[in-house]
């Protein structure tokens, strides 16, 4: 795949004066292909994307989750059952990465090791705080429906949540101490997908 070669290169920092969330240290720094880092454009993808993999370390084990996610100012919010194991480790406490993706388009090339993606990741590090205010946990659900569903309105598509609905959803506000963005974009990059007389056949076909 593409992205084999070793670019080593840093990638330009994000704005320090900015509060959108960047690179801060080393562990976001982007090493392979650097010149696909766009930190500018890690507002853009969380905002964009659909499901978030959430990871974590529960007594010295690896374990990941799939959530849906809303995205605001700085915070990724997820919800779920109180008995969620990843939003009962985020309110002890515990600090998560987490992956966000979209896949653009798979990308076919006439060379076996240049089949490629076309892709806009994000990788977020944070830490949580279970929010139990009411108001703000409601704004925060009906901004999530929202962006899921744009155009569905309470009390025109679907009947509001009750305060006892949401007292039984947790609601965690994951608060991004850092994060990155990398994303391919172009054609197949193999040494022969621009020649037409090279036998075989090159396309990005999208997702
Ligand atoms: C696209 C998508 C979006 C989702 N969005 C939400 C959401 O917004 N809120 C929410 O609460 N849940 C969501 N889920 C379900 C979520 O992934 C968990 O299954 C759920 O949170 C219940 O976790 P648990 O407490 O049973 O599992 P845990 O106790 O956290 O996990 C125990 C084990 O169960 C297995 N497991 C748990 N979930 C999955 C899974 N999804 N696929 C395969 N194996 C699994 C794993 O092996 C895991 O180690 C979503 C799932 C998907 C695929």
């Given at each position: 795949?593409?992205?084999?070669?070793?670019?080593d290169?840093?990638?330009?920092?994000?704005?320090?004066?900015?509060?959108?969330?960047?690179?801060?240290?080393?562990r976001?720094?982007?090493?392979?292909?650097?010149?696909?880092?766009?930190?500018?454009?890690?507002e853009?993808f969380?905002?964009?994307?659909?499901?978030a993999?959430?990871?974590c370390?529960?007594?010295?084990?690896?374990?990941?989750?799939?959530?849906?996610y809303?995205?605001?100012?700085?915070?990724?919010?997820?919800?779920?059952s109180p008995?969620?194991a990843?939003?009962?480790l985020?309110?002890e406490?515990?600090?998560?990465?987490?992956?966000?993706?979209?896949?653009?388009?798979?990308?076919?090339?006439?060379t076996?090791?240049?089949?490629?993606a076309?892709?806009?990741?994000?990788?977020?590090?944070?830490?949580?705080?279970?929010?139990?205010?009411?108001?703000?946990?409601?704004?925060?659900?009906?901004?999530?429906?929202?962006?899921?569903?744009?155009?569905?309105q309470?009390?025109?598509?679907?009947?509001?949540?009750?305060?006892?609905d949401?007292?039984?959803?947790?609601l965690?506000?994951?608060?991004?101490?850092?994060?990155?963005?990398k994303?391919?974009?172009?054609?197949?990059?193999g040494?022969?997908?621009?020649?037409?007389?090279?036998?075989?056949?090159?396309?990005?076909?999208?997702?």
């Amino acid at each position: 795949m593409d992205e084999m070669p070793a670019r080593d290169d840093d990638p330009s920092p994000s704005d320090p004066g900015s509060s959108a969330p960047g690179p801060r240290t080393d562990r976001t720094r982007i090493r392979r292909h650097a010149d696909r880092a766009v930190p500018e454009k890690i507002e853009e993808f969380l905002r964009a994307s659909l499901i978030a993999h959430v990871a974590c370390v529960e007594d010295g084990e690896p374990r990941v989750i799939p959530f849906l996610y809303h995205y605001e100012a700085g915070h990724l919010y997820i919800h779920g059952s109180p008995g969620n194991a990843t939003l009962r480790l985020l309110r002890e406490g515990r600090s998560v990465a987490v992956a966000v993706t979209r896949l653009v388009d798979l990308l076919a090339s006439k060379t076996a090791s240049f089949h490629s993606a076309n892709y806009q990741s994000v990788i977020v590090y944070g830490h949580g705080r279970q929010i139990t205010d009411m108001a703000e946990k409601r704004r925060i659900l009906d901004a999530m429906t929202a962006r899921y569903f744009p155009g569905r309105q309470t009390l025109v598509d679907y009947e509001p949540a009750t305060d006892e609905d949401l007292t039984r959803m947790e609601l965690t506000d994951i608060q991004i101490d850092e994060a990155s963005a990398k994303m391919r974009e172009g054609d197949p990059g193999g040494p022969h997908d621009s020649d037409p007389d090279f036998p075989g056949s090159a396309f990005a076909k999208p997702v």
